[in-house]
């Protein structure tokens, strides 16, 4: 048996108040948690915490590339198994031990082949259904083989997918995806210069506006971006067009998509995760009025939102039944929150509107949900138990099939833990998934030479 004492133990419900006292565990399942002192009997590992925090280990509902296969829901081609071991790799040291791959193409196959290489839990999700294959081909889809097109929602529902999704994402949906991929790749091969996500974000809003919607580009601001950027070999109209032709013709079937994931969430009995932006507000408040409890609105903090946008598209989840999701992308590592992130954001948080907090992709560079965690605590926002719980308990209620083994400390639950510190709970110094240590801080006090075990 392992014991943890001296701990300020979080069960992750969002209610119970955090507490000092001890976990034990035993093959891989929490066996006892209570409050003061679990000694241990003479053979167990007893580890003193020494009044860290411990704390469910974080459950990130929203990542992408953490199993090989096609990418988004673009079907964009994937990354190879060393570089998926390297994110995965990053999430455990992140405290994150359970992570939802929302790569939705990918084959059971696919996602099962990380599973005994490294600790890190990964489920599996789809958009195996029409017209998502539709919106994938007319983004990209290069990267889908036979084999992903034969799959259905279904046939990886019974094979243990938790959600449906990321149903639309960036790439389809004219959100970051395209800033970061397709525009740059489009800008390039039409005039040989580069320009980074940011700029690419500039020329897609010139043309299409916050809620991407085609005949009304601002000219003026089209030939200002031309200029700056050094796009001379294009006109205004030619750079019109190929912003269009890169953004437009997967947003149809792409809305029609999020809309049918909803009757699909309630024919499959898991729920549908969508990509929640401006250009998507319809399509999602259809979805979660259809879908209600089993409706997740991903990253309801994008940034193509004004805080009221997001704000009142939040209360229209949240009145269905749903749950909103908010992000942390790679918005400010760790930097004060309020200068830092999108204004929305805190306003989501003050209005007691955030049920879940994921990272999403950030092109491959995102901050840790405890990172968010921490940064509403420490800025007054909520309370250790309820912030704690967005990346926890939350994420598990919102997904059964994940809440049924983990999320919270209480016995019988998997032994999937964070051990981290009480002053900031984004510095997390020790890992457990399944009663295992899967990670220590190389310069925390929890090293392997700490650990002491009672012969």
């Not at 250009?279 to 259809?286: G, I, K, L, M, N």
């Not at 509403?376 to 138990?385: D, H, M, R």
């Not at 919102?398 to 984004?426: E, K």
Request: hydrophobic share 45%.
């Amino acid at each position: 048996m392992l014991v943890l004492k001296n701990a300020q133990v979080v069960v992750g419900d969002g209610r119970t108040p955090v507490f000092s006292g001890s976990i034990a565990v035993e093959d891989g399942t929490i066996a006892a948690v209570t409050p003061g002192d679990l000694s241990g009997a003479p053979a167990d590992t007893v580890i003193d915490v020494r009044g860290h925090v411990v704390a469910p280990g974080g459950i990130n509902a929203h990542a992408h590339a953490t199993a090989p296969g096609p990418r988004f829901a673009s079907g964009t081609p994937g990354l190879s198994l060393p570089e998926v071991l390297g994110n995965l790799r990053l999430h455990l040291v992140q405290g994150h031990t359970t992570v939802v791959d929302l790569d939705g193409f990918k084959t059971p196959a696919e996602n099962s082949a990380v599973h005994l290489i490294q600790p890190v839990k990964v489920e599996k999700s789809t958009v195996h259904f029409d017209p998502m294959f539709a919106a994938a081909d007319a983004c990209d889809g290069t990267g889908l083989t036979e084999e992903h097109r034969r799959l259905t929602a279904k046939e990886l529902a019974d094979q243990g997918a938790v959600v449906i999704g990321e149903v639309g994402a960036g790439m389809t949906l004219g959100g970051g995806g395209q800033d970061y991929i397709y525009i740059p790749a489009a800008v390039a091969n039409a005039t040989g210069v580069v320009v980074d996500p940011t700029q690419a974000e500039a020329l897609k809003y010139a043309v299409l506006g916050r809620h991407i919607r085609p005949g009304n580009p601002d000219l003026e601001q089209v030939g200002v971006l031309i200029d700056s950027l050094g796009l001379q070999k294009l006109s205004v109209d030619d750079l019109v067009a190929l912003i269009e032709q890169s953004v437009l013709p997967s947003m149809a079937s792409a809305r029609e998509g999020v809309v049918r994931s909803a009757s699909l969430a309630r024919d499959l009995g898991i729920p549908t995760l969508v990509h929640n932006a401006a250009a998507s507000d319809d399509a999602t408040r259809e979805a979660a009025r259809v879908a209600g409890g089993l409706f997740i609105g991903g990253h309801t903090n994008h940034d193509s939102y004004t805080a009221d946008e997001a704000i009142a598209n939040a209360r229209w989840i949240r009145s269905h039944g749903g749950h909103v999701e908010i992000d942390t992308f790679s918005s400010w590592g760790r930097g004060d929150l309020r200068p830092n992130t999108p204004s929305h954001l805190i306003p989501l948080v003050q209005e007691d509107l955030v049920d879940i907090i994921a990272t999403d992709y950030g092109a491959g560079s995102w901050d840790s949900a405890w990172e968010m965690v921490a940064a509403i605590i420490q800025s007054g926002l909520a309370s250790v138990e309820k912030a704690v719980a967005m990346a926890t308990g939350n994420v598990a209620r919102a997904i059964p099939r994940i809440g049924q083994t983990r999320g919270l400390v209480r016995p019988g639950l998997a032994a999937d833990l964070v051990v981290a510190s009480p002053r900031n709970l984004s510095d997390i110094e020790l890992v457990l998934i399944n009663g295992e240590i899967a990670h220590t801080s190389p310069t925390g006090p929890f090293h392997l030479e700490s650990i002491t075990t009672r012969a």
